[in-house]
């Protein structure tokens, strides 16, 4: 079982930049495969950036270049470093902790990011 809490989140001019922060708590962090989603007003749920659990990273295209997915895993956090920030990055965003081998997820509760001047 893993707790997932999401912060970071707020509100911010286009260009700007913002960090989130997720801190994970319950089971062994180091093993499960870390993803920021997202969800934009009326849209649905979209992978933003995954982390495996040995570093390998996966993007959605249109923030390549501008979104950066970390984790610490002495810390049991992911993070995700977000620069460049267009309105249409706005949203919802979660985190979420994926075991593969037995096919569990966990999701936080989210932190809004909204991007506008």
């Known amino acids: 079982q893993v707790q997932l809490v999401e912060s970071g989140g707020g509100l911010v001019q286009p260009g700007g930049s913002l960090r989130l922060s997720c801190a994970a708590s319950g089971s062994i962090f180091s093993i499960y495969v870390m993803g920021w989603y997202r969800q934009g007003p009326g849209k649905q749920r979209e992978l933003v950036a995954n982390i495996t659990s040995v570093g390998n990273t996966n993007y959605l295209d249109s923030v390549k270049g501008r979104f950066t997915i970390s984790r610490d895993n002495g810390k049991k956090a992911v993070y995700l470093q977000m620069n460049s920030l267009k309105s249409e990055d706005t949203g919802v965003y979660f985190c979420?902790?994926?075991?593969?081998?037995?096919?569990?997820?966990?999701w936080g509760r989210g932190t809004q990011v909204t991007v506008s001047s």
């Open positions: 979420k902790a994926y075991l593969p081998v037995r096919a569990a997820e966990y």
